[in-house]
């Protein structure tokens, strides 16, 4: 077992740079599936969740290298049908490798998807847009496996679907079955998020024909043959914030190099309010302690929104503001593991649900899913945080409390590092070249 011990109270100052999207990366690994020639993708972060994707490519048939930050894939033929359970279980975006299989195979036998406990999260909406493209699917609960197939001659068919609920995998898992199907296929109510675009632009790149015909309308018209690309990844949106965050929250300064305001908008626009500080440059965006922060009231949302995966750092952020801050969570309908966690260090976070009016509309996930859960958190400040050992219950919830360990009096023990090295690479050594205390501890 690993833990990291931290001491807290140094200010984090320097240059860094951003790994590529993991978002991207993943489903970059799946779209490469869609082809039998080589295709590289160049600034991929080498985290576990993108290393046991490569592992399933690997056993179902494909070739992968890793260079670097530079991943070649190449699928000549499919050897396996089947995703193994022990592989899935760890990475939820295993789920999309459905797509290359009925593409080029005509059968899928993939296991309910793992990955971070954050919500039920589930994928009716994606198993749904499937159906109507002509695919039969079964669940057999006794495996655990979801058995899809086309028909005699593994053909596809475009169709018109649309999204009940707007849902970020459940466009691009359509969006990659649909780039080889028969005739075309429009996406309503389609996620708009950055990634989304980066993935059609990969796709692009190998000979789909994707287009957005309107805000949230997606058209593509099915080809009989992807071919091979290079591709290169844009940064991290979730890493930036996690960086940006914690210069702030130590009382630092960081240039974070090679990002623009694109992506990121509604999380300066948070700044602003907070008084946190920026500035943006030819180069990169500076970040920086200003003033005292002033509390914020934020709701998480769909693109342009912010991020929920933003809500846990910007929580941290908040215990420093002086005065009540909320943060409301509309997408995921149990998000708040970190809060208990946080309390242990000192702060004063209340949760709470507030009174919504039609809560089905206003709400991204499915109301059938939401078991008594609160939605939304009331964060006093400031709060002096303390040292504690704190337990890591997902991704976004160990970088929340890496930040919080880092602006804490006193020396804090993290454990469940496997979450935190799902998406960040080498995020203690990083940290440590920015002037923090924090080392890495393997436990006998």
Same mark, same amino acid.
């Given at each position: 077992?690993?833990?990291?011990?931290?001491?807290?109270?140094?200010?984090?100052?320097?240059?860094?740079?951003?790994?590529?999207?993991?978002?991207?990366?993943?489903?970059?690994?799946?779209?490469?599936?869609?082809?039998?020639?080589?295709?590289?993708?160049?600034?991929?972060?080498?985290?576990?969740?993108?290393?046991?994707?490569?592992?399933?490519?690997?056993?179902?048939?494909?070739?992968?290298?890793?260079?670097?930050?530079?991943?070649?894939?190449?699928?000549?033929?499919?050897?396996?049908?089947?995703?193994?359970?022990?592989?899935?279980?760890?990475?939820?975006?295993?789920?999309?490798? +459905?797509?290359?299989?009925?593409?080029?195979?005509?059968?899928?036998? *993939?296991?309910?998807?793992?990955?971070? @406990?954050?919500?039920?999260?589930?994928?009716?909406?994606?198993?749904?847009?499937?159906?109507?493209?002509?695919?039969?699917?079964? $669940?057999?609960?006794?495996?655990? $496996?979801?058995?899809?197939?086309?028909?005699?001659?593994?053909?596809?068919?475009?169709?018109? $679907?649309?999204?009940?609920?707007?849902?970020?995998?459940?466009?691009?898992?359509?969006?990659?079955?649909?780039?080889?199907?028969?005739?075309?296929?429009?996406?309503?109510?389609?996620?708009?998020?950055?990634?989304?675009?980066?993935?059609?632009?990969?796709?692009?790149?190998?000979?789909?024909?994707?287009? @957005?015909?309107?805000?949230?309308?997606?058209?593509?018209?099915?080809?009989?043959?992807?071919?091979?690309?290079?591709? @290169?990844?844009?940064?991290?949106?979730?890493? *930036?914030?996690?960086?940006?965050?914690?210069?702030?929250?130590?009382?630092?300064?960081?240039?974070?190099?090679?990002?623009?305001?694109?992506?990121?908008?509604?999380?300066?626009?948070?700044?602003?309010?907070?008084?946190?500080? $920026?500035?943006?440059?030819?180069?990169?965006?500076?970040?920086?302690?200003?003033?005292?922060?002033?509390?914020?009231?934020?709701?998480?949302?769909? =693109?342009?929104?912010?991020?929920?995966?933003?809500?846990?750092?910007?929580?941290?952020?908040?215990?420093?503001?002086?005065?009540?801050?909320?943060?409301?969570?509309?997408?995921?309908?149990?998000?708040?593991?970190?809060?208990?966690?946080?309390?242990?260090?000192?702060?004063?976070?209340? +949760?709470?649900?507030?009174?919504?009016?039609?809560?089905?509309?206003?709400?991204?996930?499915?109301?059938?899913?939401?078991?008594? =859960?609160?939605?939304?958190?009331?964060?006093?400040?400031?709060?002096?945080?303390?040292?504690?050992?704190?337990?890591?219950?997902?991704?976004?919830?160990?970088?929340?409390?890496? +930040?919080?360990?880092?602006?804490?009096?006193?020396?804090?023990?993290?454990?469940?590092?496997?979450?935190?090295? @799902?998406?960040?690479?080498?995020?203690?050594?990083?940290?440590?070249?920015?002037?923090?205390?924090?080392?890495?501890?393997?436990?006998?």
């Amino acid at each position: 077992m690993e833990k990291l011990v931290i001491s807290g109270g140094k200010k984090l100052k320097g240059d860094v740079s951003i790994f590529g999207s993991k978002n991207v990366a993943l489903k970059a690994l799946v779209a490469a599936c869609l082809t039998d020639e080589e295709v590289i993708i160049e600034n991929v972060p080498l985290i576990s969740d993108f290393l046991i994707m490569a592992d399933i490519i690997k056993e179902l048939g494909g070739k992968v290298e890793i260079r670097d930050h530079t991943v070649s894939i190449k699928l000549e033929k499919f050897v396996k049908n089947k995703i193994l359970l022990d592989k899935a279980a760890e990475v939820r975006t295993s789920f999309m490798f +459905l797509a290359p299989l009925l593409a080029r195979v005509g059968k899928a036998i *993939i296991p309910n998807p793992g990955g971070c @406990r954050i919500g039920a999260r589930p994928i009716d909406r994606v198993i749904d847009g499937l159906k109507s493209m002509g695919v039969h699917v079964d $669940y057999d609960s006794k495996d655990g $496996y979801f058995h899809a197939t086309t028909n005699s001659q593994k053909e596809l068919f475009g169709t018109k $679907y649309r999204f009940i609920k707007n849902t970020h995998t459940g466009t691009e898992a359509m969006i990659l079955t649909a780039v080889l199907a028969k005739g075309k296929t429009i996406l309503e109510n389609s996620a708009l998020e950055p990634e989304v675009d980066e993935l059609i632009g990969l796709l692009v790149r190998m000979g789909a024909k994707i287009k @957005r015909t309107h805000q949230r309308t997606i058209e593509i018209e099915g080809v009989q043959k992807l071919h091979g690309t290079t591709f @290169r990844i844009n940064p991290d949106r979730n890493e *930036i914030v996690t960086f940006a965050v914690g210069a702030i929250i130590t009382k630092g300064d960081i240039f974070i190099k090679n990002i623009q305001r694109g992506g990121l908008v509604e999380f300066l626009e948070a700044l602003d309010k907070a008084g946190g500080g $920026y500035e943006e440059k030819k180069d990169g965006i500076r970040f920086f302690y200003e003033n005292e922060l002033r509390p914020t009231d934020i709701v998480t949302s769909i =693109y342009p929104g912010f991020m929920t995966d933003w809500q846990g750092p910007w929580a941290v952020l908040m215990t420093t503001a002086k005065g009540i801050s909320t943060i409301h969570e509309t997408i995921y309908e149990n998000r708040f593991s970190y809060v208990s966690e946080l309390k242990k260090m000192g702060a004063q976070i209340e +949760l709470f649900n507030p009174k919504v009016e039609n809560p089905d509309s206003f709400y991204n996930f499915n109301i059938n899913d939401d078991n008594g =859960y609160f939605h939304a958190e009331k964060i006093s400040g400031p709060a002096i945080l303390h040292n504690g050992a704190v337990n890591v219950s997902d991704l976004r919830a160990g970088a929340t409390l890496v +930040l919080a360990a880092l602006a804490a009096k006193g020396e804090s023990v993290i454990f469940g590092l496997d979450h935190l090295d @799902r998406g960040y690479e080498q995020f203690d050594k990083r940290l440590r070249a920015l002037g923090a205390d924090i080392k890495r501890v393997v436990e006998k």
